[in-house]
């Protein structure tokens, strides 16, 4: 059964005493809306306790961060107090708490998609203005051919293309950065995670890349980034990299940054109006701690 949306009595503490309060920045709006989030039969809190425990979840001690939604740290008090417990279970199905964990891990990385920078790249958040740069290589049927989507026909393909991705990150939703080619302040192309399951710690990662730019070395580069980030940030066990086994160039990126060939998963896509297959690649943990430790 769902679960029933109960409003939590909040006594304020006594303002001759000193402790922890909330930070000025807190909104009472974001904070409601936060309290209505938990679950019913939750104890009284004062605000101090509110937000020791929200501190805890989040592992910092100065207050709210009003970049997050409400909702996150709803979920974030009702799973530290049930850890803890000091907060009875509503009874709802398990896989509902395991989404609300799944939510949580994804907006905690992505609520601010992390800028990485290499020797010659930055990755970075797309924007409105890179529209231009991402159709030159869009539209290139050479880039486009052994991708799942066709090349880009008209500026507002690629524009509708940017637009969703600028909606993923305001949704805090897993999203693609833009690679920029620092010595041309151009993006060149895109790459990120498309799928990241929390549950078992896994992601699927995917790249593309201007052809003016390829056989150099940038692209594995790139993807070398990501996966650090990948294990350093997020905490996967194992990150995944499918490609058209006709796709040479990308599988020896992937082969490059120490993924390990596991075989061809037959006609498992429809793209462009047929069934591929795909090549998969890997990299576990082990793996990549190996070979960072040389």
Known sequence: MPTTAAKVQLRNPDPKKKGPRMAKT?????????????????????????????????????????????????????????????????????????????????????????????????????????????????????????????????????????????????????????????AERKLIGTGGYGHWDTGHSTAELGYVLGKPYWGQGLMSEAVAAMIDLGFQRMALNRIVIRMDPRNIGSWRVAEKCGCRFEGIARQVVRAKGAFDDLMVWAILREDWAKRAAR
């Open 26 to 182: 807190t909104s009472p709006v974001v904070r409601k809306a936060a309290l209505a989030t938990l679950p019913t039969k939750a104890p009284g809190l004062t605000l101090a306790e509110f937000h020791a425990a929200l501190a805890v979840r989040l592992g910092r001690t100065t207050g709210w961060d009003p970049t997050l939604s409400a909702q996150w740290y709803g979920m974030a008090i009702k799973l530290d107090l049930e850890a803890r417990g000091e907060l009875q279970r509503s009874g709802s199905p398990q896989r509902s708490l395991a989404h609300d964990r799944e939510l949580m891990q994804i907006e905690n990385v992505f609520s601010q998609l992390p800028q990485v920078t290499t020797d010659r790249l930055v990755l970075r958040r797309m924007r409105a203005s890179d529209v231009d740069d991402i159709y030159e290589y869009a539209s290139d049927p050479d880039v486009a051919r052994y991708t799942s989507w066709a090349p880009h026909t008209s500026p507002d393909e690629t524009r509708q293309f940017v637009r969703r991705v600028l909606d993923a990150y305001g949704e805090k939703r897993v999203a693609s950065w833009g690679i920029e080619l620092k």
